[in-house]
C-alpha cells in the first residue's frame, strides 16, 4: 500500500530574460562541462576493481544522478517557461518583474523586492516567487497602497513605497 500524496500546486511558467539565459547556461554547463568530467571520473573509480566498497565510485554514481536529474528537469522546464519581455503598460503598478519597495506598517521596516519567476527566487537577492503570499497580496497595486500578506509570522500590514522596472 502506497502512501498517497496531494499533487503540489504547478508554478507558474514565466521568467525573466536573464533567469532565462541562466537556466539555459546551466543545462550547457551541465550536460557539456560536469557531466562528462564525472563520467570520467566515474570510470576511472570503476576500474579500480570491487565496487561494492569503493567509497568514489558510490560517491560519483549518486553525482552522476544528481546531475542526470537536474538535466531532466530543466530539459522539461525551460521549453515550456515564457520569457515576460519588457515593461507592464501601466508601470505605476506592481506587475512580474517588479523592484518595489515596501514598509512595514507596524514597524517601519523598509525591504526591497523584486517580483519574479519561481526558477529564479533568491531570498538574499530579495527575488520573490510570483506564486509567493506576498506577491500575490501586492499584485496590480499602486505606491502608497495599503495591503495586508499572509505571512509565516503572521498576517503584516505593508505599504508601498516605489515601483520600478
Do not use: C
Amino acid at each position: 500500500m502506497s502512501r498517497w500524496r496531494p499533487p503540489s500546486p504547478s508554478s507558474t511558467a514565466i521568467i525573466t530574460r536573464d533567469g532565462f539565459e541562466k537556466l539555459k547556461s546551466e543545462l550547457d554547463h551541465l550536460w557539456h562541462t560536469l557531466r562528462p568530467e564525472v563520467v570520467k571520473a566515474l570510470a576511472a573509480a570503476a576500474a579500480e576493481g570491487d565496487r561494492s566498497e569503493n567509497a568514489e565510485y558510490t560517491y560519483r554514481k549518486k553525482q552522476l544522478g544528481e546531475i542526470d536529474r537536474r538535466v531532466r528537469y530543466l530539459s522539461k522546464r525551460i521549453p515550456a517557461l515564457k520569457v515576460a519581455e519588457g515593461a507592464p503598460a501601466d508601470r505605476e503598478a506592481v506587475f512580474f518583474g517588479a523592484r518595489i519597495e515596501l514598509e512595514n506598517v507596524d514597524s517601519g521596516e523598509a525591504v526591497i523586492y523584486r517580483i519574479v519567476g519561481p526558477d529564479e527566487t533568491d531570498a538574499r537577492a530579495g527575488w520573490i516567487s510570483i506564486d509567493s503570499p506576498l506577491a500575490r497580496a501586492v499584485l496590480k497595486k499602486r505606491v502608497d497602497d495599503e495591503f495586508e500578506a499572509e505571512l509565516p509570522g503572521g498576517r503584516t500590514r505593508f505599504a508601498i513605497v516605489s515601483v520600478e522596472y
